[in-house]
């Protein structure tokens, strides 16, 4: 049989887990990767994460570091995706995706009938 080689676009161990304050650092700087130099205000990511309210996703890259994150905050019967960032590395791996996925079944869990994603920028 024909052996299948993987290059590791995707992570190993593809588990989307809650972030922990270890990983705080990580994702500031995922963000700052992302936003080129322009300001931004990271002190939201560092807000407690508080179960079926604001919850802060975390994917980890192979090689160290983080190759995915996301905050997402539930309201009520409404969830919002207040932040979505992948490591340009794994762009067009299906991560933003896999992060919405997991963010809808989150608000699913805790209530929340509806996601609001923001637009995605044209790649």
């Given at each position: 049989?024909?052996?299948?080689?993987?290059?590791?676009?995707?992570?190993?161990?593809?588990?989307?887990?809650?972030?922990?304050?270890?990983?705080?650092?990580?994702?500031?700087?995922?963000?700052?990767?992302?936003?080129?130099?322009?300001?931004?205000?990271?002190?939201?990511?560092?807000?407690?994460r508080v179960p079926g309210q604001r919850h802060l996703l975390v994917?980890?890259?192979?090689?160290?570091?983080?190759?995915a994150a996301a905050l997402v905050s539930i309201e009520g019967h409404?969830?919002?995706?207040?932040?979505?960032?992948v490591a340009r590395r794994f762009e067009g791996c299906g991560l933003?995706?896999?992060?919405?996925?997991?963010?809808?079944?989150?608000?699913?869990?805790?209530?929340?009938?509806?996601?609001?994603?923001?637009?995605?920028?044209?790649?």
């Open positions: 049989a024909p052996r299948v080689q993987q290059f590791g676009l995707v992570p190993d161990s593809p588990t989307i887990r809650e972030a922990t304050d270890e990983d705080l650092d990580a994702v500031e700087r995922l963000l700052r990767a992302q936003s080129a130099g322009a300001p931004r205000r990271y002190e939201q990511i560092a807000l407690p994917l980890d890259a192979p090689e160290g570091g983080l190759a409404r969830g919002h995706l207040v932040m979505l960032a933003e995706d896999r992060l919405i996925g997991v963010a809808e079944a989150l608000c699913s869990a805790f209530g929340a009938d509806t996601l609001d994603v923001p637009a995605r920028s044209a790649a």
